[in-house]
């Protein structure tokens, strides 16, 4: 039985993956699997399964490699051989932006870009030969939510909302939504702009990914949804 681990900061999926293709069997708290060190689903199978892994939290990954010797190929960029990372640091390049890199290079015939929302926001570009050109990262709503709160004496933590707010909020919840949420709007636009205007870059494709896509797909034109298995299918492409 093969698995697909995709371990990020906030939430991990885990997929089952056969002939058949990707089966997302569950989405659990990262947090949950840092405190149990194991993975419950996976002791079910026996010891007769195998997983492949991209994993953004180190002390997960050395938990899990401890526990499940030899099981888990966690991915690295060498996992890759056909996108072309020379271009990047890559002792500095997150697992799960690989995968991106690869599910996108697979799907695109010319150069593409990935935003993937979540706890962070992240692209990830990939020209038409493969090459992978970097990406940026800033902190995704919740984040800045949670970042304004802890550093502020009086800025309370607001709820997610899908609804773009007004630039002018008349409490100071109100005034939050509408600096996180139209802010991290103009960035995401910006980004997306610049990218483009880099050579072999011009016309990207922008696929949006993510617990988060839906708000960035209503508020900015022409971004394509992924699908919720889009990293997992990156993750399984590895070698």
């Known amino acids: 039985m093969r698995f697909l681990l995709n371990i990020g900061n906030t939430h991990t ?9 990707i089966e997302l069997l569950v989405t659990l708290p990262t ?3 840092l405190q149990l060190g194991n993975l419950l689903l996976l002791d079910q ?11 953004v939290v180190p002390a997960v990954q050395q938990l ?3 526990r499940y010797p030899g ?13 072309d990372f020379s271009r990047y640091d890559v002792r500095t390049l997150g697992a799960d932006r690989m995968a991106n890199a690869a599910a996108a290079y697979s799907l695109a015939t010319g150069p593409v870009l990935v935003l993937d929302c979540g ?15 970097g990406g940026a990262i800033l902190p995704g709503r919740a984040m ?4 304004l709160a802890a550093f502020t004496a009086q800025l309370p933590e607001i709820p997610m909302q899908q609804e773009c707010p ?11 939504a509408a600096g996180v949420d139209l802010g991290i709007i103009g960035a995401v636009r910006q980004i997306i702009d610049q990218t483009r205007q880099v050579p072999g870059l011009h016309q990207s494709r922008i696929i949006a990914v993510g617990g988060d896509a839906a708000y960035f797909m209503q508020n900015i034109p022409g971004l394509e949804a992924g699908s919720d298995a889009f990293t997992l299918r990156g993750i399984r492409l590895a070698k």
């Open 119 to 133: 706890t962070c926001v992240t692209s990830e570009a990939i020209d038409a030969e493969g090459v992978f050109r």
């Open 144 to 147: 800045s939510r949670r970042s």
């Open 45 to 55: 199978q026996g010891a007769n399964w195998s997983a492949k892994a991209a994993c």
């Open 166 to 176: 007004p630039p002018l909020g008349l409490t100071t919840a109100a005034a939050i």
């Open 31 to 33: 947090a949950d699997l």
């Open 71 to 83: 099981q888990i190929l966690f991915i690295s960029s060498v996992s890759y051989p056909e996108i």
């Open 64 to 66: 899990l490699q401890k």
């Open 13 to 21: 999926q885990i997929a089952r993956d056969d002939a058949s293709g």
